[in-house]
């Protein structure tokens, strides 16, 4: 009976082990076909190690965009703060991002140095920020804009650039926010020649042609009496969005004691939050206020 079984054992085991060699055989075949090969044609796109990756994303012809839906000029704030909230959104969604700052219908996402997320691959870092983005836009989009449908999807557009030192990092966000200055201050005047004068828009380009700063801050005072410095922070300076610990209050249901049940009390929890400055970045205050935003190791 002995025998019968171990030959019944053997014949069962050859069965399997042949089942088996099929299996692993067909598996092989399976995940390496003869297509194969056309994964060398992707190119690679690794960000070189230890370099910060800033991708910038731009709205797409949001001059037609800001027309179409009646943005204030120069500044819309509703627009602005939804910018703001989609930027925060992609770093509480993404990997890594240490810092953001945004203006106008643009936004720059700074991921560490040691990043290695999705292995530094520059397509994934980009198209991750731009769809989340901007899905984030039009998802948020009525919580800003009240009274204003979004009458067609907005774009936008991403790229990459590596930056390998903390100096030149810190001279591509300097560059963002000195291009926020020029343009707004440019913008605010222009557009007082032409709301509070009533001059054309050609008129108001023609005035301002080859003037500097320190005259059409001139003009801005006397003609219309307003102190460039006293205009908002936001449109002066733009966004910056760093992490920072924030106090939450939520209210809570109480489960215990019995007699209290049904009943809810405030609770506070501490979270780290990406939160919206607007204040100068090319000086060294605000770098050396917040020294872990450029520490190699945090
Ligand atoms: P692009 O980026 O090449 O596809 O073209 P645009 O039209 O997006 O040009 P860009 O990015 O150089 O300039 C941003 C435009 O967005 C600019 O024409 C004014 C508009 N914009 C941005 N923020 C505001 C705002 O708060 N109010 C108004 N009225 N317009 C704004
Ligand atoms: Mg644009
Ligand atoms: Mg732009």
């Not at 989340?132 to 936008?156: C, E, I, M, N, T």
């Not at 557009?191 to 380009?205: E, F, V």
């Amino acid at each position: 009976m002995w025998a019968s079984c171990n030959v019944e054992v053997r014949d069962c085991l050859a069965a399997v082990s042949v089942t088996l060699r099929w299996c692993v055989r067909l598996g092989a075949t399976m995940a390496k076909s003869k297509f194969e090969y056309v994964r060398d044609f992707e190119a690679d796109d690794t960000c070189l190690a230890h370099c910060w990756v800033v991708v910038r994303l731009d709205g797409r012809n949001f001059h037609r965009f800001a027309e179409k839906h009646h943005f204030a000029k120069p500044n819309d704030s509703r627009a602005l703060h939804l910018m703001t909230k989609c930027a925060q959104t992609v770093m509480e969604e993404l990997e890594d991002i240490v810092i953001a700052y945004g203006q106008s219908d643009e936004y720059s996402f700074v991921f560490k140095r040691k990043s290695n997320w999705f292995k530094r691959r520059a397509s994934k870092f980009m198209t991750h920020v731009a769809s989340q983005f901007a899905s984030s836009y039009v998802f948020y989009w009525r919580d800003y804009f009240k009274d204003q449908h979004l009458l067609y999807p907005p774009g936008f557009d991403g790229r990459v650039v590596v930056y390998p030192s903390n100096q030149i990092l810190r001279d591509y966000l300097s560059w963002r926010q000195a291009d926020c200055h020029i343009n707004n201050l440019y913008n605010t005047v222009f557009w007082a020649l032409i709301q509070q004068s009533g001059l054309t828009p050609i008129q108001a380009q023609e005035r301002l042609q080859g003037t500097l700063a320190a005259e059409k801050n001139e003009i801005l005072f006397s003609e219309f009496n307003i102190n460039y410095n006293n205009e908002p922070p936001m449109y002066r300076k733009g966004t910056v969005l760093i992490w920072q610990k924030v106090d939450e209050v939520m209210t809570k249901e109480v489960k215990l004691p019995a007699e209290m049940e049904g009943k809810t009390m405030a609770v506070t929890r501490t979270r780290t939050k990406p939160v919206p400055l607007h204040c100068d970045i090319i000086g060294d205050a605000f770098w050396k206020e917040h020294p872990e935003i450029l520490d190699e190791d945090s």
